[in-house]
């Protein structure tokens, strides 16, 4: 079956960077696009990031642009997801996505869901 497995979620200091990853298997990687979202508490999933099968075309929530870079290995069924320039508004749980017409911000667009991974940013 499909499994999307994040990792190199943590806690981090305003200003710091993080790494997350998220190795996919049971899928034809380079048939998906690839998103990255995220949930505050109490708050609703929302978009952060997405690329297409081949890396082209990231795009950006304007919360991130700047911040964040979206990229992929097809080599190694991975995408990952670079944070710099962490803001406290920043916490949440970090999911990735995999959808046959994804690569785009809405979630809809994305069959295939991590378990998620936790980033804290402290002030």
């Known amino acids: 079956q499909v499994q999307l497995v994040e990792s190199g979620g943590g806690l981090v200091q305003s200003g710091g960077s993080l790494r997350l990853s998220c190795a996919a298997s049971g899928l034809t990687f380079t048939s998906y696009g690839m998103g990255w979202f995220r949930q505050a508490p109490g708050m609703e999933r929302e978009f952060v990031a997405a690329?297409?099968?081949?890396?082209?075309?990231?795009i950006y929530a304007d919360s991130v642009k700047g911040r964040f870079t979206i990229s992929r290995d097809n080599g190694k069924n991975t995408v990952y997801l670079q944070m710099n320039s962490l803001k406290p508004e920043d916490t949440a749980v970090y999911y990735c996505?995999?959808?046959?017409?994804?690569?785009?911000?809405?979630?809809?667009?994305?069959?295939?869901w991590g378990q998620g991974t936790q980033v804290t940013v402290s002030s």
């Open positions: 690329i297409n099968w081949n890396g082209g075309n990231p």
């Open positions: 996505a995999a959808g046959r017409n994804g690569g785009g911000n809405y979630a809809v667009m994305y069959g295939y």
